[in-house]
């Protein structure tokens, strides 16, 4: 793959593939593209909020249920509605670290039902 010459210029801020390739695609062509290219791998990042589709939270159904309280308020206040951390201090009267430690392993134990 050609790297761009605006990657160069721009000191770590990387553009998409410039192959002719990777220029002019379908809508389905390039949802096949995402799931199946390694190259594009690297350019993707999921955010929980935003994949949070009903299908999704049904597969988290059983491990939300699982949840701790604390956890719960994490998942449904903060990723889901968006509230900030600093509001859920507040509200819980939970020290910031905790949440954000939470927070941290509450995301991998999500990530790691979503794998299975």
């Known amino acids: 793959m050609n790297m761009s010459a605006y990657k160069h210029r721009n000191m770590g801020v990387i553009s998409l593939p410039t192959d002719i390739e990777y220029r002019n695609w ?3 062509f390039t949802k ?3 799931e199946n290219d390694s190259q594009l791998a690297q350019y993707l990042v999921y955010d929980l909020g935003e994949a949070a ?3 999704n939270l049904v597969a988290l159904k059983n491990e939300a249920k699982k949840l701790s309280q604390l956890e719960q308020v994490i998942l449904f206040e903060h990723l889901l509605e968006k ?11 939970v020290p910031r670290i905790t949440l954000k430690r939470l ?3 509450l995301l991998q ?3 790691n039902v979503m794998e299975k």
């Open 109 to 111: 134990k999500l990530r």
């Open 26 to 28: 379908s809508k389905d």
């Open 83 to 93: 509230k900030t951390i600093t509001q859920l201090v507040e509200e819980c009267g």
């Open 32 to 34: 096949w593209k995402i």
């Open 103 to 105: 927070k941290k392993q």
């Open 53 to 55: 589709a009903w299908d």
